[in-house]
């Protein structure tokens, strides 16, 4: 019933909806793996482990124009919602399994199946996964194969995104801790959980020789059966600490693999430190003048850094860029939000209108309207909740992305505590029969791409998903594989193979990897005279092989070449200024052609600096 339940839900999104990536992170890796940039597929996929790469080059062999890095993350995925929905089904009646099942693919499985993000898909394996382990471990009965379902999924999960396997422990902590209470609470007749604890501390303390008797229960005959359950829960325990040791130790890997190879170790050396200028909010030149004008660099030499425009390792070496992130760490320490202002943050994201967060709101509903004795199963769980998304906002991180995956782990930590009342059959075939209906408007085909001229079209895109940091519950339906968005400046840069395109990473990162299809991989080779100027691939060594085979080792400089061309909409000037304080004092720019609202320059120069 539950394989059932998970076919019909991902064959509704396959048939009747469009799936895409929701960040272009995703699309990047996808084209490393399938060689788009040295003809070879690469398994160093930057934010995945490599491990996972290596298990995924045999299927690029086999078939190269399969993009099995989206197949294997929906069938994952897949399995995901299922392992979830099948321990329903084993504890739960059916009319209540179903309806828990459909409540939470309702509200939670969109997110994963057509905005498909590795964030996301991290954090619902180790979910999964670690819900399956624990569910094996700790039954009446202990169940192998659903140890090692959930061990799989769990270290898969780690393989996506290490960072998600650390986010949802506290959420698996804190359901094997109620696991734990209800077991040492439920032995023999019920013995409360509190006096289930008193029973075992007395009768294993001095006074254990005494015989006392607890609300007419013999405490000396109860601690047989204590001892015994707290032996299983130390084993437990043990088990699930050396699974995320597992974690632990495929990452570790993943990390010796990346400084075995000196590309790989300063790619990811560069990486790290970028991502603290880029990925953190930033502050003013002015703060940190002092600090920055050592280092060399102008107000303009740190606009470049901060827009995505360091492509220049000639000046932005790994140790002055490693230097500027050390001075803006240092300078959050003293200037990060206090609570007031994150507290802001927060209101500012809007909450109460995710999809997911009203999967939440409903399950609580459901607990308080069939049982509210149970009223208090959502506080704990809620209580981590508003914390960690407290701390991301004071952190300056707060994205849907990260934002989805705290609200799955709070539903699943809810969920696992939740048990159906008797009776109110009737109430839950009313609520599944409600979800379903409100479903239904989601899988109504999009076709807008049949009808809207390129002037309309472009915008009714780029403007849902230009911000694919925020939530838009029109990223749900829109369809953008069957129609290409810019396919203006697709064809411009295809039919020039003889010119070399650099594309500006703020102008066209966030949308214009919707002109690939998703299923479909993109052709090895295909970045011979196109790439990204900086960005998250900025010093890969798949980057560094396209520009050194184009002789183009510093592309900064290389703008002013012959038949180098820059696409760029936002910073061309701050782009234009440092090339005339570094290298070429009368470069000028020359807007050349404009395709599908896309510019694109020329830029020359009579003469360089020595």
């Known amino acids: 019933m539950a394989i059932f339940i998970n076919l019909i839900f991902l064959g509704g999104c396959i048939l ?6 929701e960040v272009s992170d995703d699309f990047v890796m996808s084209t490393i793996l399938s060689g788009a940039y040295t003809k070879e597929p690469n398994p ?9 790469g290596y298990c995924l080059l045999p299927l690029y062999g086999l078939f190269p124009e399969i993009s099995w890095y989206l197949i294997v993350q929906l069938a994952l995925c897949f399995c995901a919602f299922t392992a979830i929905t099948y321990l329903l089904f084993c504890r739960e009646n059916t009319v209540w399994a179903l309806l828990l099942s459909c409540l939470f693919l309702s509200f939670f499985s969109d997110d994963a199946y057509l905005l498909v993000q590795f964030t996301k898909t991290a954090a619902l394996l180790t979910m999964a996964g670690g819900l399956l382990f624990l569910s094996g471990l700790l039954g009446e009965k202990r169940n192998i194969a659903m140890c090692l379902a959930g061990s799989a999924l769990f270290l898969i999960g780690s393989l996506y995104r290490f960072s998600c396997t650390l986010l949802v422990i506290p959420y698996l902590f804190l359901i094997f801790t109620m696991k734990v209470s209800s077991t040492l609470g439920s032995i023999d007749s019920g013995m409360p959980t509190a006096l289930g604890l008193l029973s075992f501390m007395v009768a294993h303390s001095p006074v254990g020789a005494w015989r006392f008797t607890v609300k007419g229960t013999d405490v000396l005959q109860r601690t047989a059966c204590h001892t015994a359950a ?17 974690a632990v130790f495929l990452k570790a890997v993943n990390d010796m693999l990346y400084l075995a190879d000196d590309g790989y170790r300063y790619y990811r050396a560069y990486a790290t430190a970028r991502s603290k200028i880029v990925d953190y909010p930033n502050y003013d030149y002015c703060n940190n003048e002092d600090e920055f004008k050592s280092l060399g660099m102008t107000e303009n030499d740190f606009l470049m850094l901060k827009t995505w425009n360091f492509a220049d390792n000639d000046f ?9 992130a050390e001075i803006l760490k240092e300078y959050r320490k003293t200037h990060c939000p206090g609570i007031r202002q994150a507290l802001a943050a927060l209101g500012e994201r809007q909450l109460f209108r995710y999809t997911v967060a009203w999967g939440c709101i409903a399950l609580m509903a459901l607990i308080l309207g069939t049982n509210r004795k149970n009223w208090w199963i959502p506080v704990l769980p809620m209580i981590l909740s508003f914390a960690i998304l407290l701390y991301f906002a004071i952190q300056g991180r707060l994205v849907y992305r990260v934002e989805y995956c705290i609200f799955l782990a709070a539903f699943l930590c809810i969920l696992e505590c939740f048990r159906s009342p008797i ?3 009737r109430l839950a075939a009313g609520g599944l029969v409600l979800i379903l209906l409100l479903k239904l408007p989601l899988y109504l085909p999009d076709t807008a791409w049949k009808t809207l001229p390129d002037s309309e079209y472009q915008p009714y895109i780029n403007d849902v998903f230009f911000y694919s940091w925020n939530f838009d519950r029109r990223k749900y339906r829109r369809c953008i594989s069957r129609r290409q968005v810019q396919p203006d400046l697709m064809q411009e840069m295809e039919a020039h193979p003889e010119n070399f395109y650099f594309m500006d990473f703020n102008t066209t990162i966030q949308t214009l990897y ?6 479909h991989s993109v052709r090895r080779g295909y970045y011979e005279n196109k790439l990204y100027l900086s960005g998250v691939t900025a010093n890969h060594p798949d980057i560094n092989s396209v520009l050194s085979e184009s002789g183009m080792q510093n592309p900064m400089r290389a703008l002013a070449g012959e038949n180098v061309y820059l696409i760029d909409n936002d910073t061309w000037l701050i782009k234009l200024t440092y090339l005339r304080e570094h290298y070429y004092p009368d470069a000028q720019i020359t807007l050349w052609k404009e395709k599908n609202g896309y510019k694109i320059w020329k830029i020359t120069a009579a003469s360089g600096l020595p």
């Not at 160093?44 to 996972?52: G, Q, T």
């Not at 919707?514 to 299923?519: E, W």
């Open 514 to 519: 919707y002109d690939f299809h998703p299923f």
């Open 423 to 425: 009776g109110h059959k």
């Open 44 to 52: 160093y996929i930057m934010f995945v482990n490599v491990l996972w």
């Open 230 to 246: 707290l032996k299983k829960i130390a084993k437990c325990a043990g088990l699930c600490f050396l699974l995320f040791l597992g």
């Open 16 to 21: 009747f909806c469009d799936i895409k990536y």
């Open 316 to 324: 932005f070496t790994l140790d002055k860029v490693q230097a500027v």
